[in-house]
């Protein structure tokens, strides 16, 4: 609905704005996004590439202590990264201060010092938060192949740089496009570190032309724009975990046995270098400059309006993990029990929304339900004299549909890998025993289905609990989670008020990192 609705509100808005559009907005929107996704994707490369193939084939100091501090900037959305990185490096920031004391400059005029608030810098904020998505898989990968085809490689005399070159990064190169095309879409849907570095994208230029220019149809019409680009990245991702299947079917080594590279001297030092300075950068910064904010200000943890946020944030994701999980349930179920072209259509639909930015999809879902909740209204107040108001476009329930569309995919993924793990074998041995159909699903296999059920809720409910491009235009008056209430203080420059949410977001995004921690740490051994 959400992606018909833009289509339909595009072609039938007019062309007034086109022109302008055209001329002004949408090339320079389209070059800085561009821009912006080609530094983002280089950056996440070389910084995710590099550190899995140091901790997955390498043995140097603090390397199994490294491969977990490594994740860690999965827990700071970008806009909180982006907030915390702007008052770092300020001129009142403890970096430009410690420069000036150091050099003996007095004001700004007396030295250069390069500027946050540029697209260089926001592709430094994303990049520090978002390679952890390569990362993750590229260790991934060079766990279950390239150390086994490296020995392998090494005994051919091969040295460690063009076993890494010509061995391990092409074996790895499907699993770093899935993490790429991650990036490139986290990139594409955030609009709270682009605002408040002053980048106008495509997605902020769809929330600048709605509401501030009050242009609905050329808001849509930029949306178009934004969904080709998000359909070539989904064509892109699923290509690539295509090949990626298929190279995992080819390797039939252990990895167990497989001997990391032991590095001496100053190489040693400088992988622990190499490996630490990511975290330091992309969680330490965000965590020690927002951490201060909230400590100076331990009072806010009692106040009115951050109760009402965290009820508030805990209400829609809560509502919106079980909403997911019981339709992806219900798409993994049908899956595993009935194969078809309807079914397997399902799927790639469901998958679909993750890959939309949460702009554009705020636009998609607030329209039809907003002319919903009017024809409501206008049928009642004609033949009842009653006037309903509006009913879903003006409560959380927009917020909760959006939500759900945007993070179906992960409650799905995460249901549809617990499924693969259960033996089919287990419907037919109790179906032979006399059970019914309905009788497996609520006796075997959801007990069973446990655990990834959980995971999956978890998982929804943590990155709803961050969401904000959708959320910031969906919510109601006087309706604020944690994270509108963080924007508002940075959109009015009080980031030192924010500290007290920001700190509770990082806090709650900790507990899928230390999840995947622990499976890394347990797949390594």
């Excluded at 400059?105 to 994303?126: I, K, N």
């Excluded at 252990?254 to 330091?280: E, I, Q, Y």
């Excluded at 959801?446 to 235009?473: C, D, Q, Y």
């Amino acid at each position: 609905m959400p992606a018909i609705a833009i289509v339909v509100i595009a072609a039938t808005g007019g062309i007034n704005d086109w022109p302008h559009l055209l001329s002004n907005v949408i090339p320079r929107a389209t070059l800085r996004t561009l821009v912006l996704l080609a530094g983002v994707a280089t950056l996440t490369t070389v910084t995710g590439v590099i550190t899995a193939w140091l901790v997955a084939s390498c043995d140097f100091p603090g390397r199994r202590v490294l491969s977990g501090l490594l994740v860690l900037p999965l827990a700071i959305p970008a806009y909180l990264g982006a907030y915390a990185f702007a008052e770092f490096f300020s001129f009142t920031g403890p970096v430009q201060t410690a420069y000036r004391g150091l050099f003996g400059f007095q004001t700004s005029r007396d030295y250069w010092f390069p500027e946050v608030r540029t697209t260089g810098g926001a592709m430094l904020v994303l990049s520090s938060v978002l390679y952890p998505y390569i990362y993750l898989a590229a260790r991934s990968m060079f766990l279950m192949q390239g150390r086994a085809a490296a020995d392998v490689a090494r005994t051919l005399g091969a040295g460690p740089l063009k076993v890494f070159a010509r061995i391990q990064i092409p074996m790895a190169r499907p699993a770093i496009m899935v993490g790429l095309t991650l990036v490139a879409m986290e990139t594409l849907n955030d609009i709270g570190a682009v605002e408040y570095l002053g980048v106008q994208t495509l997605t902020f230029s769809i929330f600048d032309t709605w509401l501030n220019r009050g242009s609905l149809a050329g808001a849509a019409q930029i949306a178009c724009v934004m969904l080709v680009f998000v359909v070539c990245l989904m064509m892109v991702e699923r290509a690539a975990r295509r090949r990626q299947r298929f190279a995992s079917q080819k390797t039939t080594a252990a990895v167990h046995d497989s001997v990391r590279l032991r590095l001496n001297g100053w190489k040693k030092w400088a992988a622990s270098l190499a490996c630490l300075t990511p975290p330091l950068i992309g969680f330490a910064i965000p965590v020690c400059v927002l951490g201060g904010y909230a400590a100076r200000r331990l009072e806010e943890f009692a106040s009115t309006r951050l109760i009402s946020a965290l009820w508030n944030s805990v209400l829609v994701s809560g509502l919106t993990a079980i909403v997911a999980v019981l339709l992806a349930f219900l798409l993994a179920y049908a899956a595993r029990t009935t194969r078809s072209r309807l079914n397997s259509a399902a799927g790639r639909f469901a998958s679909f929304g993750y890959g939309v930015p949460g702009t554009v999809l705020a636009m998609g879902v607030l329209i039809p339900l907003a002319n919903f909740d009017n024809a409501v209204d206008a049928f009642l107040r004609a033949n009842l004299g009653i006037s309903t108001g509006l009913l879903l476009s003006g409560t959380g329930f927009a917020i909760i549909y959006a939500c759900t569309v945007r993070f179906l995919t992960m409650a799905e993924g995460t249901i549809d890998a617990g499924f693969h793990k259960l033996s089919p074998h287990l419907d037919m041995a109790a179906r032979t025993l006399g059970r019914t159909s309905s009788q497996t699903l609520w006796t075997v296999l959801i007990p069973m289905m446990r655990p990834a059920t959980l995971t999956a809720a978890l998982l929804v409910f943590i990155e709803t609990m961050k969401e904000l491009s959708a959320t910031i235009m969906l919510r109601p008056f006087n309706f604020n989670t944690l994270a509108t209430l963080v924007y508002e203080d940075a959109s009015r420059a009080k980031v030192e008020d924010a500290g007290v949410p920001a700190i509770i977001i990082v806090a709650v995004g900790l507990i899928p990192v230390f999840l995947v921690s622990r499976a890394l740490d347990k797949t390594s051994r």
